[in-house]
């Protein structure tokens, strides 16, 4: 299965995580519901995506364990030492988890940006992102053959 790397930003600050690359369409349709944060945005992937939303906040909550925003020795040091697709969830404190937050992984790295409605695809050779369009559900394992529309508001933008 590829993966990709997918940054999420909302008014609280910005997490980061790698996940199949057909998460990135659950997460653009999961924005047709207009989300403000995280929580809100993983809660609606559900639709598409089953197993999305509990993995990130599994990784996130040992991120808030193990690392603080002025302590950060943690996940400086699973960036520098593990393989980029193997790097847990983790928010962004300062220029070292900043940069690793844009870096693409495998299939790419698509950033959400939640309080100005834009999607931008910084680097993306998954599938392109559309506006409307169907996906394919995912059931926590595989892509199933069940496919579920879903249109953004006019508000979204994607930037290529």
């Not at 690359?21 to 999961?30: E, G, M, N």
């Not at 393989?83 to 790295?109: C, N, Q, Y």
């Amino acid at each position: 299965m590829d993966v990709m790397r997918l940054t999420v930003i909302d008014s609280a600050g910005t997490a980061s995580f790698i996940a199949h690359s057909s998460a990135a369409l659950a997460l653009t349709a999961a924005c047709a519901e207009n989300p403000t944060t995280l929580d809100d945005l993983l809660t609606a992937s559900q639709r598409y995506d089953r197993g999305l939303r509990a993995m990130v906040m599994r990784g996130l909550s040992i991120f808030d364990e193990y690392n603080l925003p002025d302590q950060l020795d943690a996940i400086h040091r699973q960036i520098a030492e593990l393989p980029p697709r193997d790097v847990p969830p983790f928010r962004v404190f300062d220029a070292i988890t900043l940069e690793a937050s844009l870096r693409p992984v495998r299939a790419g790295v698509v950033l959400f940006n939640l309080p100005a409605h834009r999607i931008v695809e910084i680097e993306n050779t998954y599938e392109p992102l559309s506006r409307t369009g169907e996906i394919n559900f995912h059931n926590g394992k595989f892509l199933s053959i069940r496919l579920l529309p879903y249109e953004l508001p006019l508000t979204w933008t994607i930037v290529p």
